[in-house]
């Protein structure tokens, strides 16, 4: 999603004061909670690390944010903006879901990079500020308050006060687990996952509406087969439960030899009527600043809903006019941007994944987002999710912002999202500083263990 | 509210099916009606008037909407666009309620041109993607689902949407009537006719949460006075109501001798904890189109809680900073923009008073916004609801679009808004197709009265 993380888990000042008549906000702002991200976003937005002017701020690789071709869109902004004719059209009512000419031609791009068997209905699609605001514009025409979406875990956490701040849906979890098996990775995906997801789900009483997919996955990063894909949607069909299938990393998968496959590829969606895909510009196009995203549904009476509520969540026209050029200049968009993208991606992921190899951290190696999936159950102790909490806490100490699975809601204490989208003087400062943090738990760990030792040697001592 | 006018009345098809079981959309979404508007703005909308191409079309005087200086906003725009250096500042993940620069200096231009007597506080001010949206955040913050605000009518009916579809919350009405008495204006609001409204609402079992005032009052073109605007939030404060001042029209006021009175102008507010204010570019700055609202609210909690939602509704940073940069040029603003706007409203707006009073149109002169309030009580026949809407139909069918006043919510029928801030051209083909309309009806009513003159000197005719 194109925003900063949310926030989770410690209590708002704003939840203090239970009772209505002492307070002037409703019941349900009282409980829009803020979490878990939110000390260290803080501590990071006080205190920024600086190349030039604050060396001893703090590093932060928690927020994905892609900003390893801003020079180059910034660049093919500007030449747009420096021939652009503002005309009077710009400052005229438009319609909400998005201008017809530029629906026409997000359509005719989703089309070709989504490889889609059949054209995108322009009509079909409506356009939104941001993919939190599509997820919420979804959960509102999809769901009833209190109804609720399968999600698997972990997932990019932003999506729960996306689907839960305006409307008030919930989301329970099919949790992924570090354990493997025949055939099956770490953390892999599977229909059985989902079944078992929703049994729970349905015995804690859920009314579950749908399926929400994370594809490319955040902050896996795993890219999903096509028969996995499909797989899920048979299995949704089969419950008549709607699949939200979220694409926002569609264009981030920078392994040459892995192929995505965008549920608009599949020549038969087992159950169009309850599927729809969310893209954006955000991550694809490094311009979470921009604030453009789109919501893709095959359902025209869930298309003209969306449309309903399309002024809340709206785009200027100005923008659009803008992304528009963008987009339409396709040999840009598939020579030099994504090429370059692709590159770069591919080229701070191997960076990053070295040096946390040479410090000893192991990771899930996967060809797609903006972060990796980083093992420090070693170095967790108590291995419960208070160790998880106080490793973050000692990151933070040491100038450093990572992202924990807590944070994250994985079920399995120790591991971290580390986002390498950044500068190279940034991944490096960041390593340095893990290094140290790791470092120092690795000889407190040998005083412990060799105590231990001497322990069982000298029992009395 | 910077939007195309909604709809009502009408039966969506959404609304044909009721079970959940055999439609894909939620209960909520299956409930978003259209409405009475939607009929004339699909017809306008496949057949406008065009002076160039389409002299045939259907003029449309009913979406509120300012383009008599589109072209001085075009050209400053044009001309900021041309400086402006976009840097990767822009892409960046932003603070979603706007960024610091635009609301200090946005906080600034409302204390300027608001009067405020004291600055306002660029964190107590949230940047949004329209008035709608503001509503509409409002509404989640200080209402639960199901409580309601007062508001006087006929009002903006836009409003009811804004407040109902995302957050759930009633309007109850507090009408005002056309009958006038000692110091007593047509349609003048007082707080007696809130006090009654207020009694009414809780007899229905209403809980209501605040007051929804809109200054200067858009349809009737009502700029309120300093005492009344105090009255109001004292009446207010004794009840613990929320006022939300709508000033979406605050430079719209285009005669000369009327002071507009901001809230942000008194020395002190009754209730500051209960007191918020929204303002936009749409109306005042000819640009509905580009989608910038804002939200004021003088308590702290509020605030906050605003921008626990603000990424839902957020703005762009780039149009963020071309705004900034239009707003910052004090110069242009106050001695170009501003004189120039209240000119030409000021001179279109008598133009269409004169061609209708020519017709024999009653009007309610007032000294702001983009529209008269007219009186065609006595060409409805019969005097009801459905005689306006018989009249409404038959303007459309000549091929002039207005409001009719149960499209506004107003408790008496008879009544038109006309928008005036469209080309004298525009004006000139709408007029000659009300006169039209109004012969024809004038020599029908002629007809009959001769024929139930005679018939009550030949009874047995």
């Not at 030899?257 to 590829?265: E, L, P, Q």
Request: charged residues 20%; neutral net charge.
């Amino acid at each position: 999603m194109s925003k900063s993380e949310p926030e989770k888990g410690t209590q708002s000042p704003l939840c203090v004061v239970n009772h209505r008549e002492h307070q002037c906000i409703s019941k349900r702002a009282a409980s829009m909670r803020r979490g878990l991200a939110g000390l260290g976003k803080k501590q990071h937005a006080l205190n920024p690390y600086n190349k030039e002017t604050n060396r001893e701020g703090i590093v932060g690789l928690a927020i994905a944010e892609n900003t390893l071709t801003h020079d180059v869109i910034a660049k093919k902004l500007s030449m747009i903006q420096s021939t652009f004719r503002l005309s009077v059209e710009i400052l005229k009512n438009a319609d909400a879901a998005g201008s017809k000419q530029f629906r026409e031609t997000l359509a005719a791009f989703l089309t070709k990079y989504g490889g889609a068997v059949k054209p995108l209905n322009p009509d079909n699609l409506i356009i939104v500020n941001g993919g939190g605001s599509a997820v919420s514009m979804l959960s509102t025409v999809l769901c009833d308050p209190g109804d609720a979406f399968l999600i698997p875990t972990p997932f990019y956490s932003g999506i729960e006060p996306d689907c839960g701040r305006l409307a008030q849906v919930e989301l329970v979890h099919a949790d992924l687990t570090s354990q493997s098996g025949i055939g099956i990775q770490p953390f892999q995906l599977t229909v059985n996952t989902l079944e078992e997801g929703l049994l729970k789900a349905k015995k804690q009483g859920f009314i579950v509406r749908g399926i929400f997919l994370i594809n490319p996955n955040n902050p896996l990063g795993d890219v999903y087969s096509k028969d996995l894909v499909m797989d899920c949607l048979i299995f949704a069909k089969s419950h008549k439960l709607h699949v939200i299938m979220d694409e926002i990393y569609m264009l981030s998968v920078f392994k040459e030899d892995v192929h995505f496959t965008s549920v608009m590829a599949l020549e038969h969606l087992p159950d169009p009527d309850r599927t729809h895909m969310i893209w954006g510009f955000s991550k694809d196009f490094c311009m979470s600043g921009l604030r453009c995203a789109c919501i893709y549904s095959w359902n025209d009476q869930v298309a003209s809903s969306l449309k309903t509520i399309a002024e809340f969540h709206s785009v200027p026209t100005y923008l659009q006019s803008l992304l528009n050029e963008m987009i339409l200049d396709k040999e840009w968009v598939t020579q030099i941007y994504i090429k370059l993208n692709h590159q770069r991606l591919k080229e701070f992921h191997s960076y990053m994944c070295k040096g946390l190899k040479d410090i000893g951290i192991k990771i899930l190696e996967k060809p797609s987002g903006l972060f990796v999936w980083a093992d420090f159950r070693q170095f967790i102790n108590p291995s419960t999710f208070e160790g998880e909490f106080n490793l973050y806490n000692e990151f933070l100490d040491n100038k450093v912002y990572l992202l924990p699975g807590e944070g994250l809601f994985c079920c399995e204490p120790g591991w971290f999202r580390i986002i390498f989208s950044v500068s190279k003087d940034e991944i490096d400062q960041a390593l340095e500083r893990i290094a140290t943090v790791i470092n120092k738990r690795r000889s407190k760990e040998y005083i412990q263990s060799a105590i231990s030792e001497i322990s069982s040697i000298n029992p009395k001592t």
